[in-house]
């Protein structure tokens, strides 16, 4: 993971025009030329491409904001969507914690015989995919953070970005946006791993349990879009995962859904991936292991 924000930030560096975004005195100057031509590439091109970023550089010019040039936290934020590796390799480790101990050689009934309950034991697997995933999700903050600064340098402690909004184009504190990203980020890390948990709980395999976990991470939002034109697809777990569609721009895949609605039906799927779990592990018969 720390390879591949290494190699993002030598893309940005070299290729991304970084130097390019810096603005001098005359910077309303530059700006609105800037503009023009991105109105001009748009209606040679025929179609709304460059909308934000016209609508962004319009808001600095009216609002005198002169644009901060890329540093690194804009750079942890963009690093906001690595969590997809986090969640392949949590997958990874939630499928193989349980069904491994079948698999060894049947080390389950050496684990079993020791004077702890099942229940204690289970839980504190459960507990090490999760410790797992939160570690590496603040390496990944921490590694971008600290490679951005190598490369980019910093604006400040916390200073502001304007971005595009639900209400249009807005001003917000990127440590606050940042904070919200990976915060959200959390969720879908938790949700992913507790499903691959119980899977591998309730079949003792690894391979069915990171296969059908990873298809479905993969699959599950062009499985929503197929069903969205469907009231009762709201239910389905992959439909709420993404808190951030209720966040920013983003806008949700049912217009009745709510972030409250989310929350309870993610916290339903969780009771209901962790009760599975319990009485499949709790109540099975290793004898024959």
Same mark, same amino acid.
């Given at each position: 993971?720390?390879?591949?924000?290494?190699?993002?930030?030598?893309i940005v560096?070299?290729?991304?025009?970084?130097?390019?975004?810096?603005?001098?005195?005359?910077?309303?100057?530059?700006?609105?030329?800037?503009?023009?031509?991105?109105?001009?590439?748009?209606?040679?091109?025929?179609?709304?491409?460059?909308?934000?970023?016209?609508?962004?550089?319009?808001?600095?010019?009216?609002?005198?904001?002169?644009?901060?040039?890329?540093?690194?936290?804009?750079?942890? &934020?963009?690093?906001?969507?690595? *969590?997809? #590796?986090?969640?392949?390799? =949590?997958?990874? +480790? /939630?499928?193989?914690?349980? !069904?491994?101990?079948?698999?060894?050689?049947?080390?389950?009934?050496?684990?079993?015989?020791?004077?702890?309950?099942?229940?204690?034991? &289970?839980?504190?697997k459960f507990? *090490?995919? #999760?410790?797992?995933?939160? =570690?590496?999700? +603040? /390496?990944?903050?921490?590694? !971008?953070?600290?490679?951005?600064?190598?490369?980019?340098?910093?604006?400040?402690?916390?200073?502001?970005?304007?971005?595009?909004?639900?209400?249009?184009?807005?001003?917000? *504190?990127? #440590?606050?946006?940042?904070? =919200?990203?990976?915060?959200?980020?959390?969720?879908?890390?938790?949700?992913?791993?507790?499903?691959?948990?119980?899977?591998?709980?309730?079949?003792?395999?690894?391979?069915?349990?990171?296969?059908?976990?990873?298809?479905l991470m993969?699959?599950?939002?062009?499985?929503?879009?197929?069903?969205?034109?469907?009231?009762?697809?709201?239910?389905?777990?992959?439909?709420?995962?993404?808190?951030?569609?209720?966040?920013?721009?983003?806008?949700?895949?049912?217009?009745?859904?709510?972030?409250?609605?989310?929350?309870?039906?993610?916290?339903?799927?969780?009771?209901?991936?962790?009760?599975?779990?319990?009485?499949?592990?709790?109540?099975?018969?290793?004898?024959?292991?």
């Amino acid at each position: 993971m720390a390879a591949i924000i290494l190699i993002a930030a030598l893309i940005v560096f070299i290729f991304g025009e970084v130097d390019q975004q810096q603005y001098g005195d005359d910077w309303q100057t530059q700006l609105a030329t800037e503009t023009k031509d991105l109105k001009d590439s748009q209606e040679e091109m025929e179609f709304m491409a460059f909308d934000s970023e016209i609508a962004k550089n319009e808001y600095y010019l009216e609002n005198d904001i002169k644009p901060q040039p890329y540093d690194t936290w804009q750079f942890t &934020l963009e690093n906001a969507g690595l *969590s997809m #590796l986090i969640s392949l390799f =949590t997958i990874i +480790i /939630a499928a193989g914690i349980i !069904s491994n101990e079948f698999r060894w050689g049947g080390t389950i009934k050496l684990l079993l015989i020791r004077p702890i309950s099942r229940t204690k034991i &289970l839980f504190s697997k459960f507990v *090490s995919v #999760l410790l797992f995933s939160l =570690t590496m999700l +603040i /390496a990944l903050f921490v590694t !971008s953070l600290l490679v951005g600064l190598i490369f980019f340098g910093v604006n400040g402690v916390n200073p502001n970005i304007v971005q595009m909004g639900s209400d249009g184009i807005e001003e917000v *504190s990127i #440590l606050i946006e940042i904070l =919200t990203q990976y915060g959200l980020n959390v969720v879908t890390l938790i949700m992913m791993a507790t499903f691959a948990f119980m899977i591998s709980t309730l079949f003792r395999s690894s391979a069915m349990a990171i296969g059908l976990a990873i298809f479905l991470m993969f699959t599950g939002n062009t499985i929503i879009g197929f069903l969205a034109d469907y009231e009762w697809t709201k239910y389905i777990l992959f439909a709420n995962t993404n808190l951030g569609q209720y966040f920013g721009s983003g806008s949700p895949i049912i217009e009745s859904m709510t972030l409250g609605f989310s929350v309870a039906v993610l916290i339903v799927y969780f009771v209901i991936f962790i009760l599975v779990s319990w009485l499949s592990f709790a109540k099975r018969d290793i004898a024959g292991h």
